[in-house]
């Protein structure tokens, strides 16, 4: 706007259009409401009051005018869930109000309101995050050493959620593997980590800015009981092996018109104990 054009206003008609100088974040499934109103605090009633997005082309948001919303041109996706409350135009206060917020909402909304013989505007930066569902753990084995193998997995973040192990203590445990995928507009996370505590209280967390969700696993020493059982039944099956072809060698040698027989019988055997 040209200073000429400036000094030929008077001081009523100039106004600031402000916003939010931080960015406005939002909830998926909540709503929202975008700020902007102007200073000082006169009314906009006989104002063109337009909301659209910087980042995307034919983006309007909601359009005010002539005393009225006209939202014939309005984005498809915007499509009733955008709200002028036309009682605090008065008041010189024209925030939206975003209903059901999605993902896809997240961007740069530009609020531009013009008088007569005036303009102004201010941009608004929308974050939006989506809390996914509780981390779930599952016992996926046993290292080597008889160390259990614990997996942590949670869907449908945005943006990408932080994973955490953490023990009794609360001190961070180090994941051995950890895996994203995103699906469509929601991220959803994997990690791996194996332990050695018996009787310990093992926190899998999940984090996203304030956003937390944890689920814990009690390690029971029935847990690594249970990997030492299998490791001596695998010893016993092994040695059981070993002695079995031995005998089936010997016999071989001495009986071997019974050998066809035999064999029948010892596969029958190993079937029925597997």
């Known amino acids: 706007m040209s200073i000429h054009h400036l000094l030929s206003l008077s001081f009523t008609e100039q106004y600031e259009v402000v916003g939010s100088s931080d960015?406005?974040?939002?909830v998926a499934g909540e709503d929202v409401i975008l700020p902007c109103s102007v200073k000082p605090n006169?009314?906009?009633?006989?104002?063109?009051?337009?909301?659209?997005?910087?980042?995307?082309?034919?983006?309007?948001?909601?359009?005010?005018e002539d005393h009225v919303d006209k939202n014939t041109d309005q984005s498809q996706s915007y499509r009733g869930r955008t709200k002028?409350?036309?009682?605090?135009?008065?008041?010189?206060?024209?925030?939206?109000?975003?209903?059901?917020?999605?993902?896809?909402?997240e961007g740069r909304y530009k609020c531009f309101i013009q008088s007569k013989s005036w303009f102004d505007d201010t941009t608004v930066d929308v974050k939006v995050e989506a809390v996914g569902r509780p981390p779930v753990i599952t016992v996926d084995g046993f290292d080597h050493s008889g160390g259990l193998h614990l997996q942590c997995q949670s869907e449908g973040w945005y943006p990408?959620?932080?994973?955490?192990?953490?023990?009794?203590?609360g001190v961070s445990l180090s994941s051995e593997t950890t895996?994203?995928?995103?699906?469509?507009?929601?991220?959803?996370?994997?990690?791996?980590?194996?332990?050695?505590?018996?009787?310990?209280?093992?926190?899998?967390?999940?984090?996203?800015?304030?956003?937390?969700?944890?689920?814990?696993?009690?390690?029971?020493?029935?847990?690594?009981?249970?990997?030492?059982?299998?490791?001596i039944l695998i010893s016993v099956s092994v040695v059981l092996s070993v002695i079995a072809a031995i005998l089936i060698a010997v016999f071989a040698r001495k009986n071997r018109g019974k050998m066809l027989v035999f064999l029948i019988f010892y596969i029958f055997y190993v079937n029925m104990s597997v």
């Open 23 to 26: 960015p406005v974040f939002a």
């Open 42 to 64: 006169i009314s906009v009633v006989d104002t063109r009051v337009e909301w659209f997005r910087l980042d995307l082309k034919d983006s309007v948001v909601h359009l005010y």
């Open 84 to 105: 002028l409350n036309h009682q605090e135009l008065q008041r010189g206060d024209a925030s939206l109000k975003l209903s059901t917020v999605r993902v896809s909402d």
């Open 160 to 169: 990408e959620p932080d994973l955490e192990w953490l023990n009794s203590e």
């Open 179 to 231: 895996d994203t995928h995103r699906n469509a507009d929601r991220f959803s996370v994997k990690h791996t980590v194996t332990v050695h505590e018996r009787d310990s209280k093992i926190h899998c967390r999940v984090r996203l800015r304030h956003h937390m969700l944890e689920t814990l696993i009690i390690t029971t020493s029935n847990m690594f009981n249970s990997w030492r059982t299998s490791v």
